[in-house]
């Protein structure tokens, strides 16, 4: 099943970036981050989430969450994206990481990422969850919020399939973009903590009950 959701701006209907359109100009362009000691190069394009620049949420996630030192020694990304989330903590914390989206091009992208930034990783083109197999110490996610609650939901509360004994789910959602819902719709099968808060952006770390 794709996901397709179409935005109407100034009269021209755009796909967002959990689409395949496979008619997308490619643009490549290079992104630069810094993590302390480390130093990744990640190449994005058309057709994929914060194709310019690392965005506010998912820098404040990775840090956030690795301020923690936590010891995970494999990990899922929801919606990698060009593998952003999934790189920098697979290389940070030394650990085996799957980066997993339903866009094609997010996809080929990710691949090409984790060659250049030399990272133990795998891609899976996968709706959600639907061909990962495998449980994690961590599933990790900056969620497509404008698919929809339904779509979102899904992300959150079905990571709990696929995590072992004491794993981890961590989120980053607006708070204008329903976080205390999200947080709320999920309490009965997480015991969930609010990390951090910032620009309106919070993170959250989830654990089985």
């Excluded at 021209?12 to 302390?36: G, M, W």
């Excluded at 995970?72 to 990698?80: A, F, K, M, P, S």
């Excluded at 015991?191 to 620009?199: A, F, G, R, V």
Aim: one cysteine or more; aromatic letters at 10%; charged letters at 25%.
């Amino acid at each position: 099943m794709n996901i397709l959701i179409v935005l109407k701006r100034n009269g021209d209907f755009l796909e967002h970036y959990f689409t395949n359109n496979p008619n997308l100009k490619s643009e490549l362009r290079k992104i630069n981050y810094r993590y302390q000691n480390y130093d990744f190069i990640f190449i994005s394009d058309n057709g994929v989430f914060s194709k310019d620049k690392i965005d506010y949420g998912s820098r404040l996630l990775i840090e956030t969450l690795l301020k923690t030192k936590p010891n995970y020694q494999n990990l899922l990304d929801v919606g990698c994206g060009y593998g952003l989330l999934g790189i920098v903590l697979a290389k940070v914390l030394n650990a085996r990481a799957t980066l997993c989206d339903i866009n094609k091009r997010a996809i080929h992208l990710a691949e090409k990422n984790i060659i250049t930034n030399q990272v133990d990783a795998q891609t899976i083109l996968s709706n959600i969850y639907e061909n990962i197999n495998d449980k994690y110490d961590l599933i990790v996610t900056n969620p497509p919020i404008r698919a929809g609650k339904e779509v979102v939901y899904n992300i959150l509360q079905n990571a709990k399939e696929h995590l072992n004994k004491d794993g981890e789910l961590w989120f980053v959602i607006r708070k204008d973009q329903g976080v205390k819902s999200a947080i709320k719709h999920i309490s009965e099968n997480y015991i969930c903590e609010i990390i951090e808060k910032s620009k309106g952006f919070y993170i959250v770390k989830a654990k089985k009950r």
